[in-house]
């Protein structure tokens, strides 16, 4: 009825990935990029619609529009670099976790990431797809809630003196308290 309609051509493409119909999700696709708007609700809807699509060139030119808007905006810079890591291009990558450690030094989840893709970059590390989830993998948040037990078996000094002087821990120490709530 409203073929204009970003949020239902949005929903349309991903009901059609669900049911596993390429043809239709190709046309659904197609639509969507071809899509004119200007709207920045509109922008990250189809931005993120092709992020979770895994049209990473796709979602890459419209998250450039998103960040005109937004530049600050730490997830939209995370989804960024995953758009440029997941499509191999790691050095982008890298500056857009790098971004958002500027703004945010203590932010391990960039540091993360970012380390990951310098590794994949220079050859000590085999690239895999990412997901757009603004998180660290399972595996790492069970490293990081291990390390966080382990540390809390010192003794009060020597926490106190990694609270004021350890980078990593005070990282991990905030990351861990944003676990699951924003």
Request: with cysteine.
């Amino acid at each position: 009825k409203y073929p204009n309609n970003i949020h239902a051509n949005c929903n349309m493409a991903l009901f059609c990935a669900e049911i596993k119909d390429k043809k239709e999700l190709e046309q659904s696709i197609k639509r969507i990029v071809d899509l004119k708007t200007d709207d920045i609700e509109d922008l990250q809807k189809i931005s993120l619609t092709l992020c979770e699509l895994k049209q990473h060139e796709h979602a890459n030119r419209q998250l450039k529009r998103v960040l005109l808007y937004k530049p600050f905006d730490i997830k939209v810079l995370h989804y960024m670099a995953v758009s440029c890591y997941n499509d191999g291009r790691c050095a982008e990558s890298i500056k857009y976790w790098g971004d958002i450690i500027k703004i945010e030094p203590e932010n391990s989840i960039a540091a993360y990431y970012k380390q990951m893709a310098t590794d994949t970059k220079n050859g000590r590390m085999i690239a895999r797809e990412l997901s757009y989830v603004y998180q660290v993998p399972f595996e790492e948040i069970k490293n990081r809630v291990k390390y966080l037990n382990d540390c809390l078996k010192k003794p009060k000094e020597i926490l106190r003196d990694m609270w004021r002087h350890d980078d990593y821990f005070l990282s991990i120490v905030l990351w861990g308290l944003e676990l699951g709530d924003m």
